[in-house]
Every structure is written in C-alpha cells, then in structure tokens.
C-alpha cells in the first residue's frame, strides 16, 4: 500500500497535529477534579489571530476549529491525524462567522458571510480559502466538522434570510431567539446539525429545562460575552451534576449522557452543534428540574 502523502503546495496550509480530546464516561467523570473536567471537556484559546486551529474529538470523530485571517487569506488544510489528501477529503464542514464581514472560497466560488452568517461545505471539496474584508475588523470563523458518507451542496444560509423561533419565558428568566441553520428540514448535511441562540435581555438561562439525547453528542461555543463575564455551564447526568465556568468564544463538549444547560452573568449566545446517529431536532431526552441533583 503506497505510504500517505498530504498535499503541499505554495499557499497551502498543512495543518499541525492537532490535540486529542478524549471523552470520559460517567464513572470516570464523577471522580473528576475541576481541572480534570475543564482538560476533558473544555476548549479554551481557540480563537487565535492569523492561524487555523482545530482540536480532534474522539467522540463521533468531531473536529472543533476557527480561522481568524488577517492581511492575508488562510487556506485550509489537512492533518495527520485524518490521513487524508485534504481536510473535506472524507468530511463535512460548517462555518459560522462570529466576526466581522469575511468570505470562504470552495473550490471556484466565493461566498461572503457576514456576521452570524453560515456557510455548510459538502464532502469532496478540496480547495477551502478564509478571507476578512478588513484586517483591523477580522472575520472569525467557528468550525464544526465530522465525517461524511455522501456528498451534498456547499449552501450559504445568511443570517437575515433565517426566520427564528422564540423560546422560554421571562418567568423563567430563559427567554431566546433560536436559529435553526443546518438541519433535517433545512440546509442537508450527513450528520451535522448547527444553529445559534441568542438569549434575549433580561434572561439568563438556556437550554433550561435540560435534556440529554444518546443518539447525538453536542458542542456549544460561547459566544458575544463581555470579557470579564462568564457562562456557568452545568453538565453530567442529571442526578450527579457538576460546572464548568465558560469565558467568551469558548467550547464545551457534551457527551450523549450529559445535560448541557448554562447560565450566564450578562447577555450571551450561543453556536449548537451536533453529529451522530440522526438530524431530529426534537430527539431529546427531556429532565425535570426538580430531578436536577
């Protein structure tokens, strides 16, 4: 069998290995130490000026990146770890803007996104290029990629053509605007699901009551929150319940047997996204809060 060969090329960015997030289970996590917990299921410092990044997930084989270019376009490449001849080779991408107003090239065709913009890119595209319309205002590219068994459209779903669902009630303090981006009904994939929700003023609380659903794993990446706030994000099995702090465009993992609830100190929104075995937004495992332990 002919040895692996990734592609290099001028202008083409090979990426480094990447770091492995290996998951635990409920019985290793109930013995965790705070730092324990954050090294598992936190990412932190993805974010970063002028680079790729990208951390491999060992559970439904999630890939977690960003791409914050600069003056110079970044062109992404692949990784060791996927023994491809490119990154899109054997998976689907999706892209959220965060940022400021950029552009994605796939293959010949470019794509502005502007803020709160998404663009899904299928299986087979071997060419992927981010770009900032300015350099002083970055765009910030949230990636979310896993593998791939068919091919299927790179689409452009702007964030003004999305119509959102409201959520919660003030009671509750769990008022927010949902916006279903990538999914069963919506923009097809293979097995990624995204949107975002934006909890609205005066609200804390998302995702409340919790859920869990075993058919998917979930990541959330914080996002909009002032520096000095911070997100307390509950997870674990709903009768052993444990926190993580969360700053500003930081990502929590969650496994299938976990909640993923939060609660932040000042206005904050979140990117939801999912891989596993179907797309049925409504597939969930409802807790009471009053099981909540």
Known sequence: MAA???RQEEGFFLGKDMKLYQMADPVRYSRMTTQELRDTFLVEDLFQPGVISAVYIDL????????VP????????TYNELKSAYFAERRE????????TGSVTVGAERHTLETLSCLYVGRGNESIVFESADPQGPAEYYLLSYPAHAVHPTTLIRHADVQPVDLGASENSSRRRLHKYIYADGVKSCQLVMGFTQIETGSV??????????RRSEVYLYFDLAEKERVVHLMGPADETRHLVVANKQVIVSPGWSIHAGAGTASYKYCWGMGGENQEFTDMDAVTISGLR
């Open 205 to 214: 609380w998302n995702s409340m009551p919790p859920h869990t659903h075993m």
């Open 4 to 6: 692996y060969r990734p």
């Open 60 to 67: 439904d084989r999630t890939i977690v990146g960003s791409a």
């Open 93 to 100: 991408l999706a892209i959220l803007n965060i940022g400021q």
């Open 70 to 77: 600069l003056k110079e376009p970044l062109r992404l490449g």
